[in-house]
């Protein structure tokens, strides 16, 4: 290729005029509303959104209102077009916003989901005017049920998706009770970044969960503990083993762990990792998001083979000893 | 893509069930016997994920041969079409119809939906789980025991047969399976079928009650040609329209559905002349035609009445869509429950095959169109014109995010014309009289004749044909209103995602905008009338339920809010209300108002019209004392 045949990075993108909430806001042709939004300073909260996925729109936390839509749109997923009129605060849409908020918060257990408190307390969100939350149901119930009919739902409480943490391998353990479908995890596995397929979403409607085929035990799937899922969930529902543990002891202390940026010393590729430590211990593995070779994913080595690491005692490791 | 499979291995039974549809598997790829050559190559790429689409026929053939799919037939299954087991897992645990546990092979499927309720469902399900035991829902996951009984029921949602009701689906897997749809069913007829006495599943269809009435159009077939018969719908019309395409060409078929101003009936009422031409003109190739069979809408019969009884119209309506917007391959897609149109539709494709007029070189115009059937699996969100891809192409049947629309890109990626039965079926009244003499049929904003599903506290239930224009009563009192003794409250409009209308609005004209201006829809053409016996609330949470039922789960508002809207309507009817009636109902709209802005998807946004009707045109809750 010679030289003037090459084209410029930012190859130039028109650039599209719309209006959002009443002010004029120039962006480049194919940004989607939420960015052009953020371009302008306007927070909007979003769930199933990740920059590093292709956009699943389906929580709906996002939505704006935009002119001549009959319905809301949502802005993470729809591109701006020329002279579009965009509203991201009307009552039409905080009342939706609200909606999902308490739809999530009354049917899932959103403890771990970061922001959310502050998003419902600025949405007026009442996720206790459904009722009590039903009581976790017994471990593998939610994953056999049927298609179709189902009986019918208590008149005391509000059906929710609680059941008890799935901790079948010693690396990351999955807590579905804390599950909001976002589909992040089943991207991350299959077509966007693993292309391993070892989970997929199954069953239909509020009976939908993220599966293995026939709920097999992790060891038993196709999984090779990439822990790629991880890295996208929002909601704490895919954990580190590691992380799990010290939070069951009560000894999780986010706040007070540091962060190390390394490279990978397992081959060539040499992602980069970010060590989260505690207490001098490692407690998880990620990468960045934005980083150019990994977009935060790593494989099973570089994401947990750090154990070595913390085998300093000779005691722990027979093999110095 | 590495595939990794489970150890468990089919059965003798599935493996046949698979090689008559796929082959006999040509390598150890594919779970062949693995031979010397297989060490040297493999199987992947395109070639194989290309097989795909036909993961659901897949699962319909073991299903229906051995009754359920076992986790040897699930991972034989991801072995021969190269998809990952936790998909084919994803996909087959997406339709009501296949069974991930061990069921008995002989299965009745019992409507106690909206219009079968009208009509005794719930006694019938009531004296069934007396007599015979309670429904057979059984666990996902293929450990479990199987009844030993050898036959068991279920609860079905609508099955398209309202006009028939109660009725069932009776299924019998094995080589060759029988499945029977039947109405008029009894407690004692359920409980022989379910003995194995097929002599109450009889299909024998009652004409339609307009029969041999000379205006009639797309019914005029009906009940006088015999469906299996080319010859007989050649000598009542058939086959004019399509040469009088081949005349007009491309263009001027188009041009003559534009003038014609024919709207989609499938619900949308979409301009078929626009879809029409915006496909035509889509510089990418193939193009797709897929004829939406799916009619799952609670109340909605008539394209089953069109296929079972003039099929051959379905497939040369077909054939002109195709040759108007360039499309090579066509799909039926057929609800799962409707096995007398599968007959009558495969029987029709064959004979036209066999005729020259499906094929290479159809009538010697050199046009070349093809039609193939897909079975859907019990899932009325697969009629959405979106998830109809999906699951034609072997994922879940979740509906996509549009833009872009079908026509720019739809089946496997390809510009596709998605029209309804009926739709279709105008098209050759088109063809045969003008497009501008259609125009005057009808009113002016709504041409044609529409067919009307009457059903519920109807004397005379059917299908009925009218030129648009026609009152909601004037077609009550052609279905012969509810018959002595009875005061008709409500009308059920457009089905489960319609409106609940009053006597005092019975004048409206069923028009496309007589309803608009009445804030009523005519969705799929469902007019349920309910008398004074039937207790609306529990229609209320029939249809709640249903909803909960079909919903995809794909997003947040219909998923949870399908479950939170039933919830609400189950305290209404228990009268166990959080707070007082009014409440609930102030809740009732809250949910609503989100399912309708923020769904993706048809489902959704209508899943609290009829709900919403009821409660504020009907005033349902009045009465309703809080507990
Ligand atoms: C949940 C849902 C179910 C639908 N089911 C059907 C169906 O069974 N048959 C049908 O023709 N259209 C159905 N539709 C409408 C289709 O999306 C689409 O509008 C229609 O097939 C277009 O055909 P037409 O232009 O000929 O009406 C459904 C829509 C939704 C949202
Ligand atoms: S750890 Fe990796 S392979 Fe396993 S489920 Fe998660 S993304 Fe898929
Ligand atoms: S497990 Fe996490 S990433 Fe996966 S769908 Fe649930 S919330 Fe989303
Ligand atoms: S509205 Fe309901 S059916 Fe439609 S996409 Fe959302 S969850 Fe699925
Ligand atoms: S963040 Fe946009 S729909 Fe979820
Ligand atoms: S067949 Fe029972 S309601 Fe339609």
């Known amino acids: 290729m010679s030289a003037d045949q090459l084209v410029p990075l930012q190859a130039s993108r028109r650039t599209v005029e719309l209006t959002i909430d009443g002010d004029p806001v120039r962006v480049p042709e194919g940004t989607t509303i939420l960015d052009a939004c953020r371009s302008k300073g306007t927070d909007i909260p979003t769930l199933c959104y990740l920059k590093t996925l292709h956009p699943v729109n389906v929580c709906r936390v996002c939505v704006v209102e935009v002119e001549g839509s009959r319905v809301l749109v949502p802005s993470c997923s729809r591109a701006v077009e020329p002279a579009m009129v965009v509203t991201t605060g009307s009552d039409r849409v905080r009342h939706s916003r609200k909606m999902v908020l308490e739809f999530l918060a009354s049917s899932v257990d959103l403890s771990a989901t970061p922001d959310v408190e502050a998003w419902l307390t600025s949405y007026a969100a009442r996720p206790e005017r459904y009722g009590p939350a039903a009581p976790p149901v017994a471990a593998g119930e939610r994953d056999s049920l049927p298609t179709g009919h189902h009986p019918p739902p208590s008149t005391t409480h509000a059906a929710t998706v609680g059941q008890p943490v799935k901790v079948d391998n010693e690396l990351y353990v999955r807590d579905y009770g804390k599950c909001i479908l976002c589909y992040k995890c089943v991207e991350a596995c299959g077509t966007d970044f693993q292309n391993t397929f070892a989970i997929a979403v199954a069953g239909r409607g509020f009976d939908a969960r993220i599966s293995t085929e026939f709920a097999v035990e992790l060891p038993k799937s196709a999984c090779v503990y990439c822990g790629n899922c991880i890295a996208v969930c929002p909601t704490g529902a895919l954990m580190f083993k590691s992380e799990f543990d010290h939070r069951q002891a009560g000894t999780w202390k986010e706040a007070e762990q540091t962060v190390t940026a390394t490279i990978c010393p397992y081959c060539g590729v040499g992602c980069t990792l970010e060590l989260h430590v505690q207490d001098n211990e490692i407690v998880k593995v990620s990468s960045p998001l934005d980083h150019e070779v990994t977009s935060g994913n790593l494989c099973i080595k570089g994401r947990f083979g750090w154990r070595y690491v913390q085998n300093r005692k000779a005691a722990d490791n027979p093999r110095t000893s | ?627």
């Open chain 2, 1 to 627: 893509m590495d595939l990794h499979l489970l150890d468990a291995k089919p059965t003798a039974e599935e493996r046949e069930a698979l090689d008559a549809l796929l082959g006999k598997p040509l390598s150890g790829w594919e779970g062949g016997v693995r031979g010397a050559r297989d060490t040297r190559t493999a199987a992947g790429g395109h070639a194989s994920r290309e097989r795909r689409h036909l993961l659901l026929p897949a699962l319909h053939a073991v299903q229906s041969r051995v009754g359920w799919i076992s986790e040897g037939a699930l991972n034989h299954i991801a072995e021969r079409l190269t998809v990952p087991p936790a998909d084919v897992y994803g996909v087959a645990t997406f339709y009501a119809l296949l069974s991930l546990s061990p069921r008995p092979r002989r299965v009745l499927h019992v409507c106690d939906d909206i219009g079968c309720r009208c009509r005794g469902a719930e006694q019938l399900c009531a004296e069934l789980e007396r007599t015979v035991g309670p429904p057979y829902h059984g666990p996902t996951g293929s450990r479990h025991e199987i009844p030993s009984d050898g036959a068991v029921w279920l609860r079905s949602p609508c099955l398209g047969l309202c006009d028939q009701a109660p009725a069932a689906l009776l299924s019998i897997a094995g080589a060759p399976p029988v499945e029977r749809l039947f109405g008029s069913v009894s407690a004692p007829a359920a409980s022989r079928t379910l003995g194995g006495d097929l002599g109450a599943t009889t299909l024998a269809r009652p004409v339609p009650p307009q029969h041999g009435d000379p205006t009639l159009r797309l019914l005029r077939r009906i009940g006088v040609a015999d469906p299996k018969s080319l010859d007989d719908f050649r000598a009542h019309g058939g086959y004019t329209s399509l040469r009088r395409a081949f005349e007009l060409g491309p263009e001027g078929v188009i041009r003559e559905v534009t003038e014609a101003k024919l709207l989609g009936r499938g619900g949308a009422a979409f301009p078929t002349g626009r879809k029409w031409d915006a496909v035509a003109r889509q510089p990418v190739r193939p193009h797709y035609l897929v004829c939406n069979a799916d009619e799952s809408e609670p109340g909605t019969f008539k394209d089953r009445v069109l296929m079972e009884g003039d099929p051959f119209a379905v497939i040369e309506a077909m054939t002109i869509g195709a040759y108007a917007t360039g499309c090579e391959k066509g799909f039926i897609y057929l609800r799962g429950e409707y096995p007398l149109a599968h007959e009558r539709l495969e029987n029709a494709i064959r004979i036209a095959r066999a005729r020259g007029l499906l094929g290479d070189n159809i009538m010697g115009q050199g046009f070349r169109f093809d039609i193939e059937i897909r079975k859907g699996g019990g899932a009325y969100i697969c009629g959405e014109e979106t998830a109809i891809f999906n699951s034609i192409e072997g994922f879940r049947g979740e509906p996509r995010n549009k833009p872009p629309y079908p026509v720019q890109s739809g089946l496997f990626a390809k510009p596709t014309l998605v029209n309804n039965v009926e739709t279709l079926a105008n098209v050759l009244e088109i063809l045969r009289i003008g497009g501008e003499a259609y125009a005057r049929i009808g009113t002016a904003g709504s041409t044609g004749t529409r067919l009307f599903c009457l059903c519920g506290c109807v004397m005379r239930p059917g299908v009925y044909e009218v030129p648009f224009g026609a009152t909601l009563r004037q077609l009550l009192d052609l279905a012969g209103g509810v018959g002595p003794g009875h005061t008709l409250r409500s009308v059920l409009l457009g089905g489960a995602a319609g409106v609940f209308v009053r006597p005092d609005e019975f004048d409206m004209p069923l028009t496309f905008e007589g309803v608009r201006a009445a804030q009523a829809t005519l969705g799929s053409g469902v007019i349920m009338a309910f008398d004074e016996s039937i207790d609306l609330l529990d229609i209320l949470r029939r249809i709640a339920a249903f909803f909960r039922d079909e919903s995809c789960g794909q997003c947040v508002p219909c998923r949870v809010g399908t479950v939170r809207q039933e919830e609400a309507l189950h305290r209404i009817c228990s009268k166990q209300t959080r707070g007082s009636p009014a409440e609930e109902a102030a809740l009732l709209d809250e949910i609503g108002l989100a399912m309708k802005d923020a769904s993706i998807c048809g489902l959704g946004q209508t899943a609290y019209s009829a709900v919403e009707s009821a409660l504020k045109r009907l005033r349902v809750l009045e009465g309703v004392v809080a507990q």
